[in-house]
C-alpha cells in the first residue's frame, strides 16, 4: 500500500472513529475535543499506542481563531467530524441553526480553510429532514465542495442495537483524477465489514482507569458512549460513499 491517508479529526469525543479509521489504515494527526474526559480518554489511548500520537485542541472556535486549522491545510487529506448532533435530533427540542450548540459553521470554517481532499460528516437521521440539511449542502456548494450521503445502523453489519446515523461525503466539486494520480481507495486498508471481526490491538479500550471510580466518572462515561460513534459503521459508510 501507498503513502498514509491523514485524518484530523474534529469532536473526538472518546475516539470511536479513530477506531474506524484505525480499520481502514489512516493516519490522524490531530483530534479537536472540548471535552476534557474525552480528553483524558483520548490522551490514554495515545500512552496506549492505539492512537496515533498528535496534537489534541480544544474548542473549535479557538482552533479556527488561533490559525491552528490552516496549518493543516495540505496536510491533512481527510477532515472527519460529527459535529454536535442535539439541535438535529428527533428526541430533542430540534432546535437547529439557532441552538448554540449548533457548531456546522466553524467545522464549515476548518474545512474551507484546510481544503481537504475529502470531509467526512457524521449526525443524526433527523438532520436529513429538516431545513438545515440544505443550509448544510449549499454552504459545502459554497466554498466548492459536492456530497452525497446515507444513513447506516449498526444493525446493518451486526449491532445488537439499531443506532442509525447519518454519514455525508463531501469532496471537491468536479473532481476528476489526473492521470496516474492514484484513489485514494489505493491508500485504504481492504475492509470487511464484520462487527465482531475486529483486531485485538484496535478494539474499543476502557475509556479511563481511575482509582476513584465515582458517580461523577460514570456519568462522563455514559454521556461519552451515547455520542460516541461505531467503529466498524464508520468504515463501512465510508466505503459505500467512496463506491
Known sequence: MGEAVNEL???????????????LGW?????VENDTYCQRVIRARINDGIFDTAPIFS????????????????FADVVTAGF???????????????DERNLWPD???????????FAYLENVPG?????????ILADLAAIGY????????????GGQHLRKRLWILAYPSGLRLKKGQKSIREYTHPYKPDIINVPQRIRPQPSVHRKNNGIPN???????????????????AWYRLNA
Open 218 to 236: 460514570r456519568i462522563d462515561r455514559i454521556k461519552a458512549l451515547g455520542n460516541a460513534q461505531v467503529p466498524q459503521v464508520f468504515a463501512t
Open 127 to 135: 438532520l436529513l429532514i429538516s431545513e438545515y440539511f440544505g443550509t
Open 59 to 74: 474548542d473549535i472556535r479557538e482552533f479556527v481563531k488561533s490559525g491552528f486549522a490552516d496549518q493543516y491545510n495540505g
Open 84 to 98: 454536535p448532533c442535539q439541535p438535529f435530533s428527533l428526541a430533542g427540542r430540534q432546535s437547529g441553526e439557532n
Open 9 to 23: 479529526s474534529l469532536f473526538t469525543g472518546i475516539g470511536g472513529g479513530i477506531y474506524g479509521s484505525k480499520l
Open 107 to 117: 467545522t464549515l470554517e476548518c474545512i474551507s480553510r484546510i481544503r481537504p481532499r
Open 146 to 157: 459536492d456530497c452525497k450521503w446515507e444513513i447506516i445502523s449498526a444493525a446493518e453489519i
Open 27 to 31: 493516519k490522524t494527526i490531530g483530534y
